[in-house]
């Protein structure tokens, strides 16, 4: 699988250097410092074409134009591109739309929400798979009730799931042995408000793999999958990109117990949805 990364913000290094991810992904990763980079960047890879398809409506056949985006080398394969993290890529645009003193003018706050947008729009029609990683905050509504929303200044972060056919936010789960696991949730809920999974297929909460997202894309017949994933910092975020090759998946087993006179055993196995379940068996 050829992955291309885009680095905003040094988090590669939690995949290891970039000759390292090269290897493993395919393609190198790149590091626009600037908003106006990454739109050049992207635009020397891309095209935008438009097709005419032959649609049936009933006995009528209908010529529909269609604008499509791919890759200006027809023998350059991307299965997947990664922005890590849209928040800030919305950030370096925003700095550019400051005055001396840092402030933004009233009227830039739209222009910021229209510009996101179109950015957005751009990067989900995208052939493939399209990853955006977020950081998130918490937000205290006027009801009192706590959202963790996506860290974007302006009115995007309230509707910017619509692009998306997955939104996991990022979560950890703290065992009392003192290890740490992070899972994605997927189910809508007051405090993970744009969470969400078009295929209606994933448990609310699942191991931070990419290989059970994309089967369920696959089973639904989505040509690729759209995710954003939205997670303070440290949460696997960036880390959870290794899933996206099968290869780098680690397959856990559970060892059989040693077997005494008299004693009772516990074997723990996780199901589906990552959850432990004891089982205990007593041998005589």
């Keep these: 699988m050829n992955i291309l990364l885009f ?33 050049n960047v992207i635009g020397q890879i891309y095209e935008i074409a438009n097709e005419e398809v032959d649609v049936k409506v009933g006995n009528l056949t ?17 299965d997947a591109i990664v922005v890590d993290t849209f928040s ?12 001396n003193e840092g402030m933004m003018k009233l009227n830039s706050w739209g222009k910021l929400k229209n510009k996101l947008d179109r950015v957005l729009e751009y990067i989900t029609r995208l052939p493939g798979v399209v990853i955006c990683n977020c950081h998130a905050k918490m937000s205290t509504m006027d009801n009192g009730e706590s959202k963790m929303l996506p860290y974007i200044d302006g009115s995007t972060k309230e509707d910017i799931s619509k692009w998306f056919d997955f939104v996991l936010y990022t979560k950890t789960i703290n065992y009392p042995s003192g290890e740490n696991k992070y899972v994605w949730h997927t189910g809508h809920t007051s405090m ?11 448990d609310r909460e699942i191991d931070q793999n990419y ?13 690729g999958a759209k995710i954003l994933v939205i997670g303070s ?22 060892s059989k ?21 004891p089982t205990t068996t007593t041998t005589v």
Aim: glycine fraction near 6%; charged fraction near 25%.
């Design 7 to 39: 680095d905003l913000e040094n988090g590669s290094k939690s995949l290891g250097n970039h000759t390292h991810i090269q290897k493993e992904f395919g393609l190198p990763v790149l590091s626009p410092s600037t908003f106006d980079q990454f739109n």
């Design 62 to 78: 209908v010529k529909e134009n269609r604008t499509v985006i791919k890759p200006k080398d027809p023998q350059l394969t991307i």
């Design 88 to 99: 800030e890529l919305s950030k370096k645009f925003q700095r550019s739309l400051c005055d």
């Design 192 to 202: 993970y408000d744009h969470a969400k999974d078009r295929t209606q297929l994933l």
């Design 211 to 223: 290989q059970t997202v994309l089967k369920a894309a696959n089973e639904r017949g989505f040509e």
């Design 233 to 254: 910092p440290g949460t696997g975020k960036t880390l959870a990109l290794r899933t996206l090759n099968s290869t780098n998946v680690e397959t856990k087993k559970t």
């Design 257 to 277: 117990p040693k077997v005494k006179t008299k004693a009772t055993t516990v074997e723990v196995t996780t199901n589906g949805a990552g959850t432990e379940i």
